[in-house]
């Protein structure tokens, strides 16, 4: 299925204070002073055991000796959170600009350069930078020396020193996928499938357009909704792999049939590839080369046309595509940095309403977690996917990262007996609603654009129950468009499932859409 992994840390409610949270207890250092660095398989292992017991690996409670190993076997790209000296309030919007936070940024900036020259004596400042940010009080530099680690640890400067790019990302025995597989998990090649009938996987509406099995009023009451709401005026921005500039329902059909009026933005937040810092090659277009990000897009939003297409669920909707990564396993440097770019880019915006990311990881990353808290800060609605396993995860992995964060919702995907987990989805308490998107009898997932053409693709996991989400919460908020992040969300756990009691696996269930905006009973 194309779709991600793993799970995370659980972090504060608030944008990411000043003051480092008290450490747990952190993970044994092998040696002291160490001068080689852990192997791969040593950090890994060490992870996992910690996954293991917690259901968290926070980077923060790694030992300086672990955050230099895993430098050392990915890019060395270190991303570094700072603040002034004393600050104990949360991060302000203008730190970019405000003098203590620039102050300290130079500060600590200083004193990387000075420890990396000890053994690079003609580093300048200019190599040091990985990428630029302008926003978050964050530096992403290439460190190479142990020293500067324990130094900026050591730093009432310093919020947090973690590694980039490096995720476990790899299995344990010869017998599973190879690394190479599963960097690019979640990506395939979203074309037609075969073999749909109508009448029992989709529905013809009047106007030619497919919908879906999953969009029958028995599980979510998605279609009686489009009597009273289609997603009009709600602007909703997907953080994926981008869209397809092949499929024309993401591009100059956007706007037919039944779907007029509205805007789609294709862009691009995934830095260029680099060495050393140094970028290389074309820069990277909004093109979808995984297949995933078409697929959520199209679940989310795809229009209600007349070419015979699969509809989404707020097929009124605007929609911004975004290109932050390569595929749904955020496991490289340039991959978090573009992860970021985009809430930061959705944050900014403030027309967008509604964010859908149905990526995810296995570690924590502070500084996603620091750009998920400005959007969030923004009155951004954020739906994020509760995981969906690959064979050598499943039974041990929870609620992925970042969706186990308080800011995100996160979404998880059920079988059409309304009481089991779809085969490859995570379940946990952090999981807030759930999608009906299997059926029992054949295994169907949910319908949705394929990368070109009109025949739709099939798409399962908690990717498309989250998109699908997203579609659903547009579909509301467009029927009381005045109301607030916070009462969009009261209406739909009062019209889901579980209301009277939440489920510690399944959240508040089943949202009904339809009930949602009148258009159906409880």
């Not at 707020?314 to 496991?331: C, G, K, M, P, S």
Request: proline share 4%; with cysteine; hydrophobic share 40%.
């Amino acid at each position: 299925m194309r779709t991600t992994t793993l799970p995370a840390a659980l972090l504060g409610l608030l944008l990411a204070g000043c003051q480092q949270q008290a450490d747990e207890q952190v993970l044994p250092q092998p040696a002291e002073n160490p001068k080689e660095a852990l192997s791969s398989q040593q950090l890994d292992e060490q992870i996992i055991k910690k996954l293991n017991q917690t259901g968290i690996f926070d980077w923060n409670q790694a030992t300086p000796h672990f955050v230099w190993s895993a430098l050392t076997r990915s890019d060395f790209v270190l991303s570094v959170g700072y603040h002034p000296a004393g600050c104990n309030t949360a991060i302000p919007e203008n730190a970019a600009t405000d003098p203590a936070w620039q102050k300290a940024r130079e500060q600590v900036l200083a004193l990387i350069l000075a420890e990396e020259r000890k053994a690079r004596p003609e580093l300048t400042l200019n190599d040091l930078i990985a990428y630029q940010e302008n926003v978050l009080p964050v530096l992403d530099v290439t460190v190479r020396e142990l020293s500067t680690i324990q130094r900026l640890r050591a730093s009432k400067l310093v919020r947090y020193a973690e590694p980039m790019g490096y995720e476990p990302n790899r299995p344990t025995t010869t017998a599973n996928k190879g690394a190479a597989v599963l960097s690019s998990s979640g990506c395939g090649s979203n074309t037609a499938t075969a073999g749909l009938v109508a009448g029992s996987d989709y529905t013809t509406l009047s106007n030619g357009s497919k919908s879906s099995w999953n969009q029958a009023d028995q599980y979510h009451g998605i279609r009686a909704s489009w009597s009273q709401s289609t997603g009009r005026g709600v602007k909703i921005v997907i953080i994926d792999s981008g869209s397809s500039d092949a499929q024309e329902n993401l591009g100059s059909a956007f706007n037919q049939g039944l779907s007029s009026g509205r805007t789609i933005e294709r862009l691009v937040t995934l830095p260029r590839n680099s060495i050393f810092g140094i970028p290389y090659g074309d820069a990277e277009t909004p093109n979808d080369g995984c297949g995933h990000g078409t697929s959520m897009a199209g679940a989310a939003a795809a229009p209600r046309g007349t070419d015979g297409a699969s509809v989404g669920v707020a097929y009124n909707a605007n929609l911004v595509t975004i290109r932050a990564a390569e595929d749904v396993f955020i496991d490289g440097s340039r991959e978090v940095k573009g992860v970021s770019d985009a809430y930061i880019l959705a944050g900014n915006r403030a027309d967008v309403r509604i964010i859908s990311m149905s990526m995810g990881r296995l570690t924590s990353s502070s500084q996603m977690t620091d750009a998920i808290r400005y959007a969030y800060g923004q009155g951004k609605l954020i739906f994020c996917a509760a995981g969906t396993s690959f064979d050598w995860s499943a039974g041990w992995v929870g609620v992925i990262y970042p969706a186990s964060l308080p800011e995100a919702v996160a979404v998880t995907g059920l079988k059409e007996d309304l009481t089991s987990r779809c085969d490859e989805c995570h379940t946990g308490a952090d999981v807030e609603f759930s999608v009906v998107m299997q059926r029992n009898s054949n295994d169907r997932r949910a319908l949705t654009l394929a990368m070109s053409g009109d025949a739709p693709s099939t798409v399962g996991g908690s990717s498309v129950a989250t998109a699908s989400m997203a579609g659903m919460a547009a579909v509301v908020w467009s029927r009381y468009p005045s109301e607030t992040r916070a009462q969009i969300m009261s209406r739909l756990v009062a019209n889901s499932s579980n209301r009277n009691a939440r489920s510690s696996s399944f959240g508040w269930g089943r949202v009904n859409v339809g009930a949602a905006v009148g258009g159906l009973p409880l």
